[in-house]
């Protein structure tokens, strides 16, 4: 069983939304959970977190318009993403705690 899977990725136009689900195959109720991303030729960088107790962290450059949350009755980690730019054009990876990484969701911005 894959212990992480990302989905809801795919191809938006500038300015768009789009919502990434992060699944766990256990309970994710204790641990805080991350979104990171990597385009290509930079390295990860952390999109947001939020921990067990819902409290959240953002990078600078998706304050405002990215939104972490969690519904640990379906072990489940969302990142709703709006007003897209292209330089949010990545693969977009979940985290679980600090070590399970989940296998990444293309995301491109392009119009």
């Known amino acids: 069983q894959v212990p992480l899977v990302e989905s809801g990725g795919g191809l938006v136009q500038p300015g768009g939304s789009l919502t990434l689900s992060c699944a766990a195959s256990?309970?994710?109720?204790?641990?805080?959970m991350g979104w990171y991303r990597q385009a290509p030729g930079n390295q990860r960088e952390l999109v947001a977190t939020?921990?067990?107790?819902?409290?959240?962290n953002y990078a600078d450059s998706v304050k405002g318009r990215f939104t972490i949350t969690r519904d640990n009755a379906k072990n489940t980690v969302y990142l709703q993403m709006n007003s897209l730019k292209p330089e949010d054009t990545a693969v977009y990876y979940c985290?679980?705690?600090?070590?399970?990484w989940g296998q990444g969701t293309q995301v491109t911005v392009s119009s």
């Open positions: 256990g309970s994710i109720s204790l641990n805080t």
């Open positions: 939020i921990t067990s107790g819902r409290t959240t």
């Open positions: 985290r679980w705690g600090s070590g399970l």
